[in-house]
């Protein structure tokens, strides 16, 4: 079944702090792996999208990476700024889902000054 | 650039009411999509559009209805709003399909609450 599981639900970090959120997603392979960024009140925006065959994405201080073996993806962010506080969600394009992508539930990342 | 709009950015609606949910976008986009949000769970697919005049179901359909009249507005009808319909509705809208690697951009929501 297509599932995307994301941990921890929330995670509070001080400011000037690395972090790594987690996603394991059930099938492999896949066509890509998207992470994005909500801010409360607001739509997702996009950090990195991968492919199958990629192993990590970066878009400055985010790096995505990706483990066929664990069949899990990682989102490290490096060097937290207070702007960092919002939800992050991992999004898997399965290649039996046609236009469809599974959501995971999001991580809470709150960073404190 | 506004991107994706989505109106209204809050609504109450009694059972039974209907509406509709306006997104446009301004990045001559072929796909747009309609999702809901529940609190904890991933965003769902309720309808989507590869283009003007092509409408197809996602996920969760029932009770909705969708048009694409044009490429730039893609509404979303609630006809017999029920208690299970509350959510955060958002509007995406991509150059391309899912299995491309295009991202979708998202409105900023439309947060309903059915009474």
């Known amino acids: 079944k297509n599932q995307v599981e994301q941990s921890p639900q929330s995670l509070i970090i001080l400011e000037g702090k690395n972090c790594t959120l987690q996603c394991n997603y059930t099938v492999s392979p896949f066509s890509n792996l998207r992470w994005y960024k909500q801010d409360t009140g607001r739509g997702p925006v996009s950090l990195t999208i991968?492919?199958?065959?990629?192993n990590t994405k970066s878009n400055g201080r985010y790096t995505a990476t990706l483990d066929a073996d664990t069949k899990q993806s990682s989102l490290h962010i490096t060097a937290s700024q207070l702007s960092d506080s919002a939800s992050y969600i991992c999004?898997?394009?399965?290649?039996?889902?046609?236009?469809?992508?599974?959501f995971g539930g999001g991580t809470r990342l709150m960073v404190k000054p | 650039n506004a991107g994706v709009t989505q109106t209204p950015k809050f609504r109450i609606l009694k059972i039974g009411q209907s509406m509709t949910l306006q997104c446009t976008q301004d990045?001559?986009?072929?796909?747009m999509y309609w999702y809901r949000q529940d609190p904890g769970m991933g965003l769902k697919l309720i309808y989507y559009s590869v283009g003007a005049g092509i409408t197809d179901k996602g996920e969760v359909p029932n009770g909705y209805n969708v048009s694409r009249s044009t490429t730039e507005d893609f509404p979303l009808r609630l006809e017999l709003a029920a208690p299970s319909q509350t959510s955060v509705y958002f509007c995406?809208?991509?150059?391309?399909?899912?299995?491309?690697?295009?991202?979708?951009?998202f409105g900023d929501g439309t947060r309903l609450s059915i009474l």
């Open positions: 995406a809208s991509s150059s391309r399909g899912g299995t491309s690697n295009q991202p979708q951009h």
């Open positions: 991968m492919t199958f065959s990629e």
């Open positions: 999004v898997v394009r399965y290649n039996n889902a046609g236009n469809m992508l599974t």
């Open positions: 990045m001559n986009h072929n796909y």
